[in-house]
């Protein structure tokens, strides 16, 4: 069974500052989507940046960035130039392409951004 | 766009009352999913929908029940409400048009079962 797992339960940065967030995942499949959501205190879910397995390059979305390492399987985010809005809980998921009606989450981190 | 609508948005219940989270989509999409998010356990898959009168079983199924007669539509049932359900309960939809489509959220029902 495919897992997900994310190591950090909190993370802390300064605003403006960079920080990488960990996630690593298990699975047989070679074709697979990653996803990195978040989550502010609001609740509401939002997509920040995915990544296809077949892609070697990795995917960027403004500040946001993904490290994706796919035969160690680790999908990190990194998030540049960081604001108080960047404040959530971040939620690293798999789907696998082939029949991949669910997806995975993993626990999440929590990020605190401090002034 | 409405996106994903939940309702209700708060509820409080006694142990054995029932109660129905309705979740509706206005983006015509196939597959609808509802979770539970509990602390430092992530969003658990509770029953999952392909399509119009289907239903599949997830992660934690147990002590819910799910309908989808129509496609905009996923109700989630508490026949009988226990303490251990509660918990702030997310219902999300995709496409089925490309499979690397993310999942639409709604904001969630915070459910609390005395």
């Known amino acids: 069974a495919q897992t997900v797992t994310q190591s950090q339960p909190e993370m802390s940065v300064q605003e403006a500052e960079t920080v990488t967030l960990s996630c690593t995942y298990d699975t047989s499949e070679s074709d697979y989507y990653l996803f990195w959501y978040k989550q502010p205190p609001s609740r509401q879910m939002i997509l920040v940046i995915r990544?296809?397995?077949?892609?070697?390059q990795n995917a960027t979305e403004n500040r946001f960035s993904v490290n994706f390492q796919k035969a160690a399987k680790s999908f990190s985010l990194k998030i540049s130039d960081s604001q108080l809005g960047d404040a959530a809980m971040y939620f690293c998921a798999y789907r696998r392409n082939t029949g991949g009606f669910k997806t995975i989450f993993g626990a999440g981190t929590r990020l605190f951004v401090k002034a | 766009n409405a996106g994903v609508t939940q309702t209700p948005k708060f509820r409080v219940l006694k142990t054995g009352q029932s109660m129905t989270l309705l979740c509706a989509q206005d983006?015509?999409?196939?597959?609808m999913y509802w979770y539970r998010q509990d602390p430092g356990m992530g969003l658990r898959l509770i029953h999952y929908s392909v399509g119009e009168g289907t239903t599949a079983k997830g992660e934690v199924p147990d002590g819910y029940n799910v309908s989808r007669l129509k496609k905009q539509n996923f109700l989630l049932g508490l026949e009988s409400a226990a303490p251990s359900q509660t918990s702030v309960y997310f219902c999300?939809?995709?496409?089925?048009?490309?499979?690397?489509?993310?999942?639409?959220f709604g904001d969630g029902t915070r459910l609390s079962i005395l």
């Open positions: 999300a939809s995709r496409s089925d048009s490309y499979s690397n489509q993310p999942q639409h």
């Open positions: 990544q296809e397995a077949y892609k070697q």
């Open positions: 983006m015509n999409h196939e597959y």
